[in-house]
């Protein structure tokens, strides 16, 4: 398949949200209390949420800046491309980087919004809701086909959870951002019957729950003082735990058509596992009384599991050791693993480097996500108007030059000293 | 090639210790205080040293047992096969399984002898050196060429180690089993200089850290609830995060002889991760500050780790991807994941199926461990005397026989709820 005739649908990436998230959809008299951003002397922009402050940082709006510049200092508004926070912008740059659609996880409330877990329930759930009316409502309507819509979880209650799953799938999403891990957070673990409603819920709505590397807020850090280095490489770990861990979980069992997307996960790694999980069941289910009703536990993996990968060659060689029904592309856009405006070329590169046919290429590309998220582009936008070519001649003219940063800090950033910091932080929280 | 012709060496086994190991080695002062082999009223035998008791637990000695036997109920001396304790006995079983020489890690001091670091460093390196004199001088003399010496550390004091890496590698001895992550136990983490000393007397006498999973003491467990198989399934976590501490450090570029074997981590998942780190050097090394002197850190991998596998066809098939000069077979007796004494069986219809020639077959089975680990059983035992079929012949006779327990156990052991039991007790230590 020729690179320009790739139709591109990204599961993974992310909203910088704007400051107006809030006015439409929250309740008057919250309106005082809700989050806001507040632009500080330093010229960085952050979230001020009762004792929290969340800032701008984990380099998480970089796209279209050198890499000499990517860090975890704080950043301002001004300096990152309108395409973060601006829906009209982020469908410019959708079409520059020749992609037809995309998932937004969100920012600045965390993966599973457990920002918005307050004493107040009512408060909270209000937040959720103008949090998913907003997202849906406006960000993703205002583009018919560009966006497959996800929601956040009211994440400290399952019932109130399960009655947000299925409000929103009333209005068309079937994404659920959730964590990898409950019981980091202090909630019950994914074992616990507690969690039921949401299963149902979920299965119910054909909402698959689309949980993203990062999601527990722990760290994969050995000691405060590996490098970072360390902590990239290892990013994907927690989301094979929490593979691992809701494979061999009476959910898996009970609610059959249970949905699970490991979000920026990567694939290379999947035919790994799936080996090791069958070999895990050879030899020790009969003390551990796993029972897959005769299944293998790979088969059972590809049947609630789908993975993802940005750019992983080793997966799409493999493809067909993970199943090709359970692979989708992600974008991961404006993050500094993304490879905007550029994934087009690289990613054709890979299928072309792996021999991959066009119905391979198709599935991986955007099929398997249609199928998996409940989203149909092509009944707002003809396939031949979906193509990287054709989006990308949509785009001619808009500036993806490469931008460096647009003022200078007032004090300068040691982006190593940065991490550092944070790693102490993160460990010290954790003692 | 021929399963009959294969030459088997195992980089990963285990001793059960006998009662007997300090009495020829430590000082009379101290034989008094020494850990003790104790017979207990419930049948089973356990290790006393100061306020530890050690069982024979952890799924450590099955080699021989029906699959419904497996668990972690504490077992008696006369429940295992003499081979995990008696060297004669482990020789004939190595025949029988085909096995021409073993690395055998310890048990009941855990895999980095944390258990003899006392209070008392003069008494705790007794200890250490005692444990290593029987090993080398006892266990492995007593059949020339059949078994890689392998010593215990002196954990808590790195110019100590060294020294006694120097002291057993003039023995001949170029194996020291470590932990995958001192900082978890309380020492400083690879990145200090603190270990500099040990790095120097490693690199200095061609010794490999042989780091094996589980040496931390950490469980991979998601929550305290999580279902015994999840552990299982995740077991080689660790040991990925200590790849990823490793190879990132300071003492890899400053070390260049320096040689790390991942014991029992398995190969399959290598391909994916020298992916992801050399991704990680391209995306963010602008700022991290790594610099490899021009080489990528898979190439750097690849210099100073070796990848070790019981059964991983995933490997075997990507053994160029991983680099056939760095993968070693393990046999892993007498531990549950252990095929003894059908391994050769396994390991020939994997090679087999992945159409692997000679030559990468002599690599993998035996070359890669004699050269890493500077082990020459060819100066002993002739090659035609070494391989599986003359190794069996020789053992012809030999009770391989399953055995199922031998006596009842005084109560009835319910495996699942002793994980439980062990799992929530983790969980609180760690809390």
């Not at 990436?13 to 309740?27: A, G, K, R, S, T």
């Not at 019981?183 to 074992?191: D, K, M, R, T």
Request: aromatic residues 10%; negative net charge; contains cysteine.
């Amino acid at each position: 398949m020729q690179r320009d005739d790739l139709i591109l649908i990204s599961v993974d990436d992310h909203i910088i949200e704007p400051p107006d998230i809030f006015v439409n959809h929250l309740p008057q008299r919250y309106q005082d209390d809700a989050p806001r951003l507040v632009h500080r002397d330093d010229g960085s922009d952050v979230w001020q949420f009762r004792d929290n402050t969340v800032g701008n940082a984990a380099l998480n709006a970089v796209a279209g800046r050198p890499k000499e510049e990517y860090g975890l200092d704080p950043q301002g508004m001004d300096e990152i491309r309108p395409g973060c926070y601006d829906v009209h912008e982020r469908v410019k740059d959708m079409n520059a980087g020749g992609v037809l659609a995309q998932m937004n996880f969100p920012s600045f409330p965390g993966f599973s919004a457990r920002m918005f877990a307050t004493e107040d329930s009512d408060f909270s759930l209000a937040l959720v809701r103008a949090y998913n009316d907003w997202h849906i409502d406006e960000w993703c309507a205002a583009y018919p086909g560009r966006f497959i819509p996800m929601a956040l979880p009211a994440i400290w209650d399952a019932e109130l959870c399960a009655a947000e799953v299925r409000r929103v799938a009333a209005k068309g999403c079937h994404s659920l951002t959730f964590t990898e891990n409950p019981a980091v957070l202090g909630y019950p673990s994914f074992h616990h019957e507690y969690w039921n409603p949401l299963w149902r819920a979920l299965s119910d709505t054909d909402t698959v729950m689309s949980v993203h590397i990062g999601s527990s807020g722990r760290l994969a850090i050995p000691a405060v003082d590996s490098p970072p280095d360390v902590m990239i490489t290892l990013q994907p770990m927690n989301l094979v735990s929490a593979a691992a861990d809701l494979l061999w979980s009476r959910p898996i069992k009970d609610f059959p058509d249970l949905k699970i997307a490991l979000s920026e996960g990567g694939t290379g790694w999947i035919p790994y596992f799936l080996e090791r999980v069958d070999r895990t069941f050879e030899m020790h289910s009969t003390w551990t009384l796993q029972d897959f009703g005769g299944k293998l536990p790979s088969e059972v993996f590809r049947e609630h599991f789908l993975t993802c990968f940005i750019t992983d060659s080793l997966g799409v060689k493999l493809r067909h050791d993970i199943g090709i029904d359970n692979i989708a592309w992600e974008g991961d856009y404006p993050h500094s693993d993304s490879l905007w405006p550029d994934a087009p070329e690289q990613l054709h590169n890979v299928l072309e480097s792996c021999s991959v046919s066009d119905s391979d290429a198709r599935k991986m590309t955007h099929e398997n996500a249609m199928r998996w998220y409940s989203f149909d582009p092509f009944a707002h936008i003809p396939r031949e108007q979906a193509t990287v070519g054709a989006l990308r001649k949509a785009a001619e003219g808009h500036d993806v030059s490469i931008r460096s940063r647009s003022r200078q800090l007032t004090e300068p950033v040691d982006k190593l000293e940065a991490f550092r910091a944070r790693a102490r932080a993160a460990t010290a929280a954790a003692q």
